[in-house]
């Protein structure tokens, strides 16, 4: 059997630690929790991360990053359907592979820029990112559409739900399709349209 790397070993640390974060918040997540979900020993997770505020930090940083890879994939389209498709097909498949993100995700979702974190500190880039999002399906910031808004938020909150439930539930491969159909009849194409 293959030995897993150290990015592979990082990326399903940050996972889990996230889905810990995004279920408790900072403040009441805690290290033991973390190691005992990961099944590793508390000491043998400090030695990746040498402190929660590390691991949190890290925790931001990947998600950050997947999140801005996410927008940056959408260059290639043309707003319209297929710029669409493509992003809700990237948050299905990313919920699937890190559901502990996507979790983390929800949390920030729900919490905006005040999301526990040590001295209840804000941080601009969930804002940011988030607004990044909505205006890589179209939405002009300045002057935004209130039902393309709405259709936005509905098609990718719903998606990250419905993909978390299908990962909790074993049937990723049965509810990838419905779940992307959903989401794009959110945003408004219809089921003829939708189809990839």
Known sequence: MRRPTRAEIDAEILDCAAGVFGRHGFARASIQQIADALKYSKAGLLHHYPSKKALFDAVVDRYEKMTR???????????????????????????????????????????????????????????????????????????????????AFTALAGANFSARLAVT????????????????????????????
């Open 169 to 196: 539930m074993g049937l990723q491969r049965e509810w990838r399709a419905p779940i992307i159909a959903a989401a794009m009849a959110a945003l408004g194409h219809g089921s003829h349209d939708a189809a990839p």
């Open 69 to 151: 890879e996410r927008i940056a994939k959408l260059g290639d389209f043309a707003p319209g359907i297929d710029r669409d498709r493509a992003l809700v097909e990237n948050v299905v498949d990313s919920t699937f592979e890190f559901p502990g993100m996507s979790t983390f995700a929800q949390q920030l979702a729900r919490e905006g820029e005040l999301l526990e974190s040590e001295g209840g500190e804000r941080d601009p880039r969930f804002t940011e990112l988030g607004l990044e999002v909505v205006a890589s399906l179209g939405v002009d910031l300045a002057d935004p559409d209130l039902d393309r808004l709405a259709r």
